[in-house]
């Protein structure tokens, strides 16, 4: 039994009044799946105003931060406050912006280039792979070729830094104060990291259940130095409001992965998230998404923009992406109401499942068309759905057999699935219009991680970074375009 069923079984036990109520843990095995399990209405949503919360009891609390966002000097100070406003460690920025076109060689097949990069301290172990368990790296396109590299490590730091076109770290990490690292997403101007810190509890009772610490989710901004500009953060407890108390929303220890998207202004995160509810004199706590948008320059809250307080519920595996043609971001999730893949902004299903605790979502990706691709698995088999504005209406049942997968656009007209298969990692190419593959599978000579994501680059490659060959170190693992 994998720690995480471990965990969900003791707590389905634990929470049997709450379950009642309305107020459980998500259900499933592995990290998410689902079982079969009647949903709950947790809690119910209207579907023609996604960006409106659950309904709260009179006099509850709603909402979020106040707009103007938390501006951090160079050196703040070390405490966090009341509210669950943390202070960041800054240590010197990133020297040298690595700009210029990386003139990375396209070839007629896919090749792979695994690079080991020092960190000069110890990251998270790889090992625990659960999706309440931490993300130890991520990895984000820098414009002209570059990367930005997140990783959380032993000391309750993220750490931040640049690397060249040879994906060597170049200068000095920043580091920053966090629980978690969930993304990291740059443009032009910097980067723009999503973790989560800890948060003020409040005064509410659970109704059933052990306590668990509260969490925030936070975007944190960088320029091109590594000098912190502002954090915002995008869940909504403060010095009024902890995690405990009614209309809370907030990071528990469910699900909470979330990604990051830029529309060339504005950053979204889309997250699983906490949601806490009055019953009678205690609370129940449930389990969904959420998500939100900022200003790249402010860092202020922006309203509209696909956002919503309270989407997919229960949720796992929540996908992100900006569609310039179309001018929205696109999303989906995976989720035990009725069993699918479905759109949290529109409350469609994009396809069925069975919740039998192997239903898991991919990435989404543009389609060379209209419309997207999505990568689900569900009884160890993956699939690839094609979808527009509803249901999905190209399926391609893949040669993975496996529970995760992994799906990110691989140059012009392409997209490259990878899965687990055994201590390796195997890939293959699709076209992004017809679904069809793209040559053979090929093997890339490193383990696959549940939720560390591959991300594309404007020259046609795709990296990703996987587990190094000591506790210090971090493997870059890049597929080189194609031609």
């Not at 740059?186 to 989560?196: E, I, K, M, Q």
């Amino acid at each position: 039994m994998s720690l995480k069923q471990a965990v969900r079984r003791s707590v389905l036990v634990a929470v049997t009044v709450a379950a009642i109520g309305g107020g459980c843990a998500p259900v499933g095995s592995g990290g998410g799946g689902g079982t079969g399990a009647t949903p709950t209405a947790s809690p119910s949503v209207p579907t023609a105003s996604p960006s409106q919360p659950p309904a709260a009891p009179a006099g509850t609390p709603t909402g979020t931060p106040p707009a103007s966002p938390t501006v951090r000097p160079t050196t703040p100070s070390s405490s966090p406050t009341a509210a669950g406003t943390p202070t960041s460690t800054q240590t010197t920025g990133p020297t040298g912006p690595v700009s210029g076109a990386c003139g990375r060689a396209a070839g007629a097949a896919p090749a792979t280039r695994i690079t080991e990069v020092s960190l000069g301290s110890p990251v998270v172990s790889f090992a625990p792979q659960g999706d309440t368990d931490p993300l130890p790296a991520a990895i984000a396109a820098a414009p002209g070729g570059g990367s930005w590299l997140a990783w959380l490590g032993t000391d309750a730091k993220v750490r931040l830094g640049r690397l060249d076109c040879a994906d060597q770290l170049v200068g000095t990490p920043t580091a920053l104060d966090a629980v978690d690292l969930q993304d990291v997403r740059a443009d032009a101007d910097g980067v723009v990291v999503l973790l989560t810190r800890p948060g003020p509890q409040g005064s509410g009772r659970l109704c059933g259940g052990t306590s668990s610490p509260t969490r925030t989710m936070w975007m944190v901004r960088l320029d091109n130095t590594g000098r912190q500009v502002w954090e915002r953060q995008v869940t909504n407890l403060n010095a009024s409001r902890g995690g405990y108390d009614p209309g809370a929303l907030f990071v528990w220890w469910y699900n909470h992965h979330g990604t990051l998207a830029f529309d060339g202004t504005n950053y979204a995160a889309y997250f699983e998230a906490a949601i806490t509810v009055a019953n009678g004199a205690c609370v129940d706590i449930h389990e969904g998404d959420r998500m939100q948008v900022v200003n790249a320059t402010t860092g202020a809250l922006v309203s509209g923009h696909d956002s919503f307080e309270w989407g997919c519920s229960h949720a796992w595996d929540s996908h992100l992406a900006w569609d310039d043609r179309t001018g929205h971001f696109a999303m989906v999730c995976a989720t035990d109401n009725n069993c699918r893949i479905a759109r949290p902004d529109t409350r469609q299903t994009v396809v069925a499942g069975v919740c039998d605790g192997t239903l898991f979502g991919g990435n989404i990706v543009l389609a060379g068309d209209v419309g997207y691709w999505t990568a689900w698995s569900n009884g160890n088999q993956v699939r690839l759905e094609h979808f527009s504005t509803g249901a999905s209406d190209r399926t391609v049942v893949t040669a993975a057999r496996s529970q995760h997968s992994h799906l990110a656009a691989y140059g012009a007209g392409r997209m490259l699935l990878t899965w687990r298969s055994g201590s390796s990692t195997t890939a293959q190419v699709f076209d992004s219009t017809t679904g069809n593959t793209v040559g053979g599978q090929f093997t890339i000579a490193v383990p696959d991680h549940t939720y560390v994501e591959a991300k594309d680059y404007s020259d046609g490659s795709v990296a990703f970074p996987a587990a190094g060959a000591s506790a210090t170190s971090l493997r870059i693992v890049r597929i080189l375009p194609l031609r």
